[in-house]
């Protein structure tokens, strides 16, 4: 499986991003999918992710402002993020898993990364 996350920019505060990863594969459906970001001297941390079975989940920071969704047709997971603040700087990655794993990890593919900059 190979992923391509795009999407990142620079906005301001209080704006919104939509994020995209695009995996390949034809078995996308039945992968878990995840966001993670890394800031600047931070470890890298959980953001959203959603089961083929659309269970989805958020960290707490983020909850309430980002939207995970995939399309399977497209082969496809987005991150909607509104409401953005200057903590959400960021790179973010998109990756994916066929076992049966916590949100957290660890996920098997990893894709290159797509940096988003809010700010203030």
């Known amino acids: 499986v190979q992923l391509q996350a795009f999407g990142g920019g620079l906005v301001q505060a209080g704006g919104s991003l939509r994020l995209s990863c695009a995996a390949s594969?034809?078995?996308?459906?039945?992968?878990?999918m995840g966001w993670f970001r890394q800031a600047p001297g931070k470890e890298r941390e959980f953001v959203a992710g959603?089961?083929?079975?659309?269970?989805?989940d958020y960290s707490d920071s983020v909850k309430g402002r980002f939207t995970i969704s995939r399309d399977n047709a497209k082969n496809t997971v987005y991150l909607q993020m509104n409401s953005l603040k200057p903590e959400d700087t960021a790179v973010y990655y998109c990756?994916?898993?066929?076992?049966?794993?916590?949100?957290?990890?660890?996920?098997?593919?990893w894709g290159q990364g797509t940096l988003v900059t809010v700010s203030s």
């Open positions: 594969g034809r078995t996308f459906s039945s992968y878990t």
């Open positions: 990756a994916a898993t066929y076992r049966d794993v916590d949100w957290a990890g660890p996920y098997d593919y």
């Open positions: 959603i089961r083929w079975t659309s269970s989805i």
